[in-house]
DNA sequence: CAAATAGTGTCTTTTAGACATTATTAA
DNA sequence: TTAATAATGTCTAAAAGACACTATTTG
């Protein structure tokens, strides 16, 4: 971006909606270890998860994908809208001043520009598989990675709140439709889908229990493969049914741990 | 209100938000039917849920309320947000126009006023007690009242797809949470209560399995008290125990049915 | 053969679901 | 006494949950 195009950004933008945007927290899974993806609005030590605002000619589905297109990489993702956040005061609690701005893109940005104001959130959470993702910051932010979800840095303003109503959603949505399509790779293991369900749940599960009831709702399929893992007995590999995954999107499957 | 303020409303009003507003799906229940009550904007054949813009002092939550309070006349009513709703074309369809404000008002309004914009709605359920409620028509507003969920007027902009998703969320809700405190009366029977259960769910709920269920929840209890509803049986009345119902409301409640 | 991990079946308990009879009230 | 509605318990089937041993792999 220009300066120029920065300026009209942050002045009289016409581009994007007023007061309302988008926060999609961008979830991964790696080494059993449930990660999201955060970025940094300024080179401070505060993080936000990835979000941004409404083009006038898109709508909230859309902002939310391309948000995370942006960030990713990745299009056609699994995404749910889980809650919208807005009060008066979430945007003020230790953000974005004009001087921060003003450091990294040089521009002067008016006390009163549109995105000081209040700003309702339209909340989404996004799942990838983490390997296929390469995390690219915006033009305007000084860094974005994976951070775990059980060890988040400091976090601007409301979006600690924001990451645990998403993980909440998560944990909700997994008992109804079948997860782990989008956060896995192409062909796994049982002890794999075991330990996602596990991290994303964050108990243990017993084994002989899962797995019966994961196969009986047949989304999954046994492969003639095994995974060589070393000194230890070949874990036999899985993909999901495509046909009957779809299908438990629309209509839910019982899966509750 | 007076033209002048009117006039400002239309024109550069600054106390609400832009771009975002709040929906609010207020449900009754009354005869064993579930109504909602809703508005008409213009003396057309077309209605709407009851909403409003969100001032910039408050909270979603707070707009939600405060909608609620000015169409019915009560405060702390039970209320859910369930989803947002932002498409650029969602208020285009069918809806206000300049002529039909000018009509109603006699007041010249813009074309390009910023009632007229792409609005993001989030959307709330409220539950109300049908029996206290008294409905109140907005100023600027053609017409308020209940209508059956089962026989909706035509409805503008995708507000009858707000009202199918509100009861969805609602007959979700109703698996998890303890609904009727807000819908019945203070002291209820059972026969009462089951019928509601039957008539958000859309389908009978067998009597005896019904009460053993409920009751086993623990959030209802027995009066030494009866209703007298003319040759017949009379049926006890219950209550709900208070202390267990904001319990089940904060930690959940498993009825599913 | 030792160490690590995978794979699998049975029994018990709990929950869900089907189902029918007796009790009360007032005309 | 009849017509309408309320109240209530048992049996069966299905699902959830607890639990432990054998198989495979490589060093």
């Given at each position: 971006m220009e300066n120029e195009d920065i300026n009209e950004f942050f002045n009289n933008n016409n581009q994007f909606l007023r007061n309302v945007a988008v926060d999609n927290v961008i979830f991964g899974y790696h080494e059993k270890e449930l990660k999201v993806l955060l970025q940094q609005?300024?080179?401070?030590?505060k993080w936000t998860v990835t979000g941004g605002y409404i083009k006038r000619t898109e709508s909230i589905d859309e902002a939310a994908s391309r948000i995370a297109f942006q960030r990713t990489?990745?299009?056609g993702l699994f995404f749910q809208q889980f809650r919208s956040f807005g009060t008066p005061t979430r945007g003020k609690d230790g953000g974005l001043t004009a001087a921060h701005l003003k450091e990294m893109t040089g521009v002067d940005v008016p006390?009163?520009?549109?995105?000081?104001d209040y700003f309702v959130s339209v909340a989404f959470y996004t799942l990838t598989e983490f390997s296929k993702v390469a995390p690219t910051k915006g033009e305007l932010e000084a860094d974005c990675q994976w951070w775990p979800v059980s060890e988040l840095p400091p976090?601007?303003?409301d979006h600690a709140m924001i990451v645990a109503e998403a993980l909440k959603a998560l944990r909700l949505h997994i008992a109804h439709y079948p997860i782990g399509y989008e956060l896995l790779e192409e062909k796994f293991t049982l002890p794999e889908i075991h330990s996602l369900y596990e991290t994303i749940l964050g108990k243990s599960l017993d084994d002989r229990n899962f797995s019966k009831r994961l196969m009986a709702t047949g989304i999954i399929i046994k492969l003639n493969e095994t995974k060589k893992i070393g000194a230890h007995r070949s874990p036999f590999l899985y993909k999901f049914d495509k046909e009957k995954y779809e299908e438990g999107l629309k209509s839910g499957v019982a899966l509750a741990f």
């Open positions: 609005p300024i080179p401070l030590d990489g990745l299009a006390e009163d520009s549109w995105i000081f976090m601007m303003f």
